[in-house]
């Protein structure tokens, strides 16, 4: 670890934060202008924490430490990868054991920390919410770990930032049906870790039907603030892995200010456009029931196994 | 061989200590058992440094072929975390005599059986070998059944463990038996030596007798029926030794029978790994929908020793297909997890353990709040939970992660079958994971946090200081190898270099692992480390946002939907928690529900009263064992017509018998 890739951690980490309640922002928008609504400017998301971050902070009364606990948590988790994650250059710090599992799991105790406080708050719908999405959580694994293994099968590594630079080194790779295959189930993962549609409505504003919105219903002011830039700063981070394993042209592969600020240039369009992408997407579908889930995850899981078996015989 | 010596004799004496009057019966006991486990410990731990096996032969102390001792660096291994694990057990038992199990029976029932667990990893013949694990399994029989008078559920457990057990030590038994007669020796280096002599098919045979046998003490499905029976009656110091050290000892039997017989053919890994898938999985789906923690804590035994035989499998999967370097890095892997599932699972028993004292209740849903009430056992009890979960930086995380990465090198130009069996092993372990994180943060999060839901949760009180301590060592050693888990790694590649004879190839600095050859690192403390750092910087800028809001926290009423909520009934139980998976797991589960709705007499539109239960009984334990149970019972009473108490019928029939094997003899 040396002085120059601790500086393009600290870039990445800049551009997740910053870059974070923008793409919500931008997804917003794009819906509401989409729905023929004139919706909040994109710089929304940002106002909202600016706004929460000067408030009180409050809890539930018989709340214990995992409560003001999880949304440090929740940001110093997605910090930890944003600096890490090979999102704007494929030299960040400790390139050499940046795992693409171990990524997944340390993501993953956000997820776990914030639904942990949700039982803390003692109330239906914080238990609602954390086992909603627990269940959703636990039935996404298995398509998840599939699709990185058959991600790994041409370097026979799970090291993220091989398996990226690979794909930018050659793009054959990059259309080879075992990475289109995996690629189809990530879709179906990113959709559902993140909350959108169909598995989670991010604007619903009703407590039966929402997964998300209910397991930090109790959480405002500071808190609030920074548990909407954790799930931001995750979103963002999730579609930068998303679209440099799809497309890694653009990112940085040496530690040169200039090829760094062209990496993020790039990573920042393509972020945009895949939350367009997304966002007309989301327009022109429905929630899908609770139950009906398992079935979605499900398919996501027989494209990554069958990515698995294509790229293990076509060998 | 004289600190070994000074171990028995200790252990006897510890065992004999148990006589003692009560007053000092358990500080007597549970002293002289700290003295064998420490030095146990310190044994095991010289024989993984030096990486010598300790040999010795005594003739005369046992018919047959006397005692032989083979304490190799993978016995050590089990011997080791079978140390710690029990310390920690034993430490727990000061504090729990208060609530149970100081009777003289129990304590030396429990000084035996502690001695014996830390004594099989080091039999180095059959004899010495059966005998101790007998003595182990009757001594944890007399541990089960010890509520046996209070409750019939504990009678009920002793009678299931005692009858899978002793079917288990059959099997063994006879597969051991026709290996001895085979080499003509009962030392298991002769036989190893000898084994490969024998046709393919007898080879199979012993093979799944003695991986069966030994499954039925691993707890693998469906010989598991009596994991969530006896974990949960049995005292916590003693299910937390069933789980933590006894369990493991199947998983060593798998092992021992793979240095016995060999690598053998793909297909006694293939079904040991489908046993294994299938246990995992089981495991898991039932620990998310238990409610009762200790039984929850038994199926997730049972589900990690799936993954123990998935790792086993894979090990000897690529050896079969000669891909050494991944099956050596398999084995480490599934010893790493073995290691760990001591560790994290005996914190979880400790502590559920210590609430069960606190509030008399395992119930799920019964607790809650217990993390403002007994904030020491809370953190054990989370860190333990979070490990299980393979989350970092705790020891599980590495241990799944190098299993991960041993799965993703087998596929290396591997034939078919093994492929597809790799990515079902990926799958399998993935979609555990994903279950048991569901499971972990229900027992957490609804025994734990929130509200109090019963009277004795409410008034918990933090336990003593002994019960305190017990699962914050385990504990500690949980975060201790998650975050550098290159500490144990030279002991694990050691162990395991006892059965596949080359190394992994496996390197370590002191906070990860690095593939050597294969490519793939993983650096569990650097993550910790940012982690920890990002914490703090964003609780100070938080602290520093708060100032402009008032620094005060303002406590408040949780949302109701308008209504003001005073009840803990309101929230989430562990029911309820699990209901989503239960309906998403409907088929495999098939929970039994009965809702009797009956109305009012004047318009059958008014609903006068509405009865409900559920269900979730074992489906194994329902589908398979009960039609069995009833088919015995159904011949027994049959049998009783013959058997009408007529002596000159009996001899009537003795004389038939004898009369048929003459005719048969000659």
């Keep these: 670890m040396n002085l120059a890739s601790l500086l393009t951690g600290a870039t990445q980490l800049a551009l997740v934060v910053l870059g974070g309640p923008l793409l919500l922002g931008l997804m917003r928008t794009v819906r509401s202008r989409l729905e023929g609504r004139d919706g909040p400017p994109v710089s929304q998301p940002w106002r909202d924490i600016a706004k929460l971050a000067h408030k009180q902070r409050t809890r539930p009364n018989e709340s214990s430490w995992i409560f003001p606990a999880a949304p440090l948590v929740l940001v110093a988790t997605a910090a930890t990868v944003a600096v890490l994650a090979p999102l704007a250059t494929l030299t960040p710090p400790l390139s050499a054991s940046t795992d693409f599992i171990a990524v997944i799991f340390v993501l993953l105790v956000g997820s776990v920390s914030l639904a942990l406080a949700a039982l803390d708050t003692g109330t239906a719908f914080g238990g609602m919410g954390a086992s909603r999405a627990l269940t959703i959580g636990a039935l996404v694994e298995p398509a998840l770990l599939v699709a990185v293994l058959a991600l790994s099968l041409p370097l026979h590594s799970t090291n993220l930032i091989a398996i990226v630079a690979e794909g930018s080194a050659h793009a054959s790779v990059l259309v080879g049906p075992s990475h289109l295959l995996a690629l189809g189930s990530f879709v179906v993962v990113i959709l559902a870790e993140s909350g959108r549609l169909p598995v989670d409505n991010p604007s619903t504003h009703l407590e039966l039907t929402m997964i998300y919105e209910a397991l930090i219903l109790e959480y405002s002011g500071p808190d609030l603030a920074l548990v909407t830039l954790g799930e931001s700063m995750r979103l963002a981070i999730w579609f930068g892995l998303f679209v440099n394993l799809v497309a890694p042209w653009g990112i940085a592969t040496h530690a040169g200010a200039l090829a760094i600020l062209l990496g993020v240039l790039a990573v920042a369009l393509k972020v945009a456009l895949a939350g367009v992408a997304v966002a007309l997407f989301e327009v022109t579908t429905a929630k899908l029931r609770l139950f009906r889930l398992p079935e979605l995850l499900a398919g996501g899981f027989i494209l990554a196994l069958l990515g698995v078996v294509t790229g293990a015989v076509m060998r | ?666």
Aim: aromatic letters at 8%; a positive charge.
């Design chain 2, 1 to 666: 061989m004289i600190a070994l010596a000074l171990l028995v004799v200790l252990g006897g004496l510890a065992t004999l200590a148990g006589l003692a009057p009560r007053p000092y019966r358990v500080q007597l006991v549970a002293s002289l058992l700290v003295l064998v486990e420490i030095l146990a410990a310190a044994l095991s731990v010289h024989v993984l440094a030096s990486d010598h096996a300790l040999l010795g032969h005594e003739s005369g102390l046992l018919p047959f072929s006397g005692v032989r001792v083979d304490l190799s660096p993978l016995g050590a291994l089990f011997t080791l975390s079978t140390a710690v694990v029990a310390l920690a057990a034993t430490i727990h038992w000061l504090g729990y005599r208060r609530h149970a199990m100081s009777s003289a029976s129990a304590s030396s029932a429990f000084a035996l059986f502690v001695t014996t667990l830390l004594l099989v990893p080091a039999a180095g013949d059959i004899v010495t070998f059966l005998v101790l694990w007998e003595v182990m399994a009757l001594t944890s029989l007399v541990l089960v059944a010890h509520d046996h008078a209070q409750r019939d559920e504990a009678r009920q457990a002793a009678w299931w463990y005692g009858a899978m057990t002793q079917g288990g030590a059959a099997l063994i038994t006879l597969g051991l038996v026709v290996l001895g007669a085979h080499a003509k020796n009962p030392g298991f280096s002769a036989i190893a030596a000898s084994a490969h002599h024998l046709p393919g098919a007898a080879r199979g045979a012993i093979f799944l007798a003695l991986v069966a046998g030994f499954a039925a003490k691993a707890g693998l499905v469906p010989a598991h029926v009596w994991l969530p029976r006896a974990h949960a009656e049995a005292p916590a110091p003693a299910s937390a030794l069933l789980s933590g050290a006894m369990v493991n000892l199947g998983i060593y039997g798998i092992v021992l029978t793979r240095t016995l017989l060999g690598v053998g053919p793909a297909w006694w890994w293939l079904v040991a790994g489908f046993f294994g898938v299938i246990s995992a999985l089981y495991g898991s789906l039932y620990a998310a929908t238990s409610t009762d923690l200790k039984r929850l804590l038994a199926y997730s035994t049972s589900d990690n020793m799936g993954l123990v035989v998935i790792g086993l499998s894979a090990s000897g999967l690529f050896s079969a297909a000669h891909h050494p370097i991944a099956s050596s890095l398999a084995l480490v892997a599934t010893l790493f997890l073995l290691t760990a599932h001591a560790l994290y699972k005996s914190t979880l028993f400790l502590g559920a353990g210590s609430v069960q004292y606190a509030t008399h209740e395992r119930n799920l849903d019964q607790l809650g709040g217990l993390a403002r009430t007994m904030p020491v056992t809370t953190v054990t009890v989370v860190i333990g939970g979070l490990a299980v979960a393979a989350l970092p930086p705790l020891n599980g995380f590495s241990a799944e992660w190098l299993l991960v990465q041993s799965l993703v090198h087998g596929l290396t130009g591997a034939d078919p079958v093994t492929t597809v069996a790799t990515a079902i092993f990926v799958a399998a372990l993935a979609l555990t994971g994903g279950l048991t994180i569901v499971a972990f943060v229900k027992a957490i999060g609804v025994g734990f946090f929130g509200r109090a839901r019963s009277e004795p949760a409410q008034h918990a009180r933090e336990v003593p200081v002994s019960m305190r301590l017990a699962p914050a060592i385990t504990a500690g050693a949980c975060v201790i190898f998650g975050v550098a888990p290159g500490l144990a790694l030279r002991a694990v590649e050691r162990a395991s270099a006892v059965v596949t004879a080359n190394r992994s190839g496996l390197g370590a600095s002191i906070s990860g692992f690095h593939l050597g050859a294969l490519r793939g690192a993983v650096d569990p403390l650097a993550l910790a480390l940012g982690a920890v750092v990002a914490t703090v910087l964003v609780a100070g800028l938080r602290r520093g946002l708060g100032l402009k809001g008032g620094a005060k926290v303002r406590r408040f009423e949780p949302w109701g939907s308008g209504r003001i909520v005073t009840s803990a009934r309101m929230q989430y139980t562990a029911t309820s928690f699990a209901e989503p998976l239960q309906r998403v797991f409907d088929d495999v589960l098939a929970p039994q529900h009965d809702l009797d709705v009956s109305h009012a007499i004047e318009s059958r539109y008014y609903v006068e009263r509405v009865a409900y239960a559920s269900a979730n009984d074992d489906v194994v334990e329902r589908r398979l064992y009960r039609p069995v149970l009833a088919l015995a019972t159904w011949w027994g009473m049959r049998a009783r017509g013959i058997a009408n108490g007529s002596v000159h019928r009996y001899l009537a029939y003795g004389f038939v018998v004898l009369v048929i094997a003459v005719v048969v003899v000659s």
